[in-house]
């Protein structure tokens, strides 16, 4: 199978089972396709959680995507794939030594594993917009929106949905300006803290 069409395929599979279980995400998809866009063409990135990041990775390096950068937090990290065309791909990662003994994502992928997206991040390109519209819809959201306005990046997450119990995943609404596509770390950090299940 052409490179390409094989991406697309495990993209699209993965987003599917993604909505398939995110309330926020079912409700998002239902708006956009009312208007013919679809899910897949706003997705800004896709993250996984794992416990062996460069192992995780491979399947989508072999289909294309390359490494691209490293963000370092207190007790996780996370490195970012990029491909043309295609949502950027955060695989995160508690540190393997003393420092990711915090971390909550060991547990995580302990109890959903490493192959279903943690959260998608839909581009949007006014987030209060965004916010009032979902909320309107009955999401509710954790936090409050991380990044400056009128700042590069503006992110927030919804609240977690829960299974057995635990946090499983959430929807991220990212607002980008200035043509910046990076990640800013504290905002990654502060995201992730957002949706502790207190």
Known sequence: MEPGIELDALIARMIEDYVSKNRAAKVLR???????VGFYPVADHLTLRTLDIDRRAEEYTKLGYEYGETIEYEDWYAKVYRKVGYPALFVDQAYPDDRG?????????KTFGDRVFHHVAVRVEDIEQAIERLKSQGIVFAGQIVG???????????????????????????????????FSPPQADSLMKSTLVR
Do not use: K
Request: charged share 25%.
């Open 30 to 36: 239902r708006l956009l396709d009312e208007a013919g």
């Open 101 to 109: 003994r915090t971390s909550i994502i060991p547990g995580w992928v």
């Open 148 to 182: 400056a306005r009128g700042g590069q990046l503006r992110q927030i997450f919804t609240l977690p949905e829960m299974i057995d119990g635990q946090a499983f995943s959430v929807l991220e609404l990212a607002e980008r300006h200035r043509g910046y596509q990076g």
